[in-house]
């Protein structure tokens, strides 16, 4: 069950790095960024964020039902640790900036960011649970 959790959230993460994170406004123009556009321009770190829940989901999809599950715990904890940091940087970031242009986060940013920190609980739950007897 943990197991799915995890993939679930790093499925999400992936597919929320590209939709808006970022809503723009200026007088009356607005756009939106999403994580692609800022890890083309301005964050070439953000371009980690799908290649670790890729490497999750390969992970987790192709690692057998008897095998050790501790590599696909350590794996998301990791993954899911640099995107939150990532995440909530870029998050920093938005909320420091002020001037003429104002910037707010979307909701997908938000649903990102919960989902990678759900990833690392599910995946220390799964580490610290204890193996069941036969």
């Known amino acids: 069950m943990l197991r799915r959790i995890n993939i679930s959230a790093a ?3 992936f597919v929320c790095f590209f939709l808006p994170w970022e809503q723009l ?3 009356g123009a607005k756009d939106t960024l999403n994580g692609l556009d800022l890890a083309r321009h301005d964050h ?3 371009w980690l964020v799908p290649l670790l829940m890729l490497a999750v989901l390969v992970v987790g999809l192709v ?3 008897g095998e050790n599950i501790r590599s696909f715990s350590i ?3 990791v993954s899911g640790g640099v995107v939150a940091y990532l995440m909530n940087d870029e998050r ?3 909320h420091n ?3 003429i242009i104002s910037a707010q986060l979307t909701g997908w940013f938000w649903l990102a960011l919960l989902s990678s920190l759900a990833m690392i609980i599910t995946s220390l739950a ?3 649970k204890r193996r069941r007897a036969p």
């Open 75 to 77: 794996v998301s904890i």
């Open 126 to 128: 799964m580490l610290l």
């Open 97 to 99: 900036e002020s001037g």
């Open 25 to 27: 406004s200026c007088g």
């Open 44 to 46: 070439p770190l953000l």
């Open 92 to 94: 920093l970031r938005v």
């Open 11 to 13: 499925s999400i993460v």
């Open 63 to 65: 690692r057998r039902r």
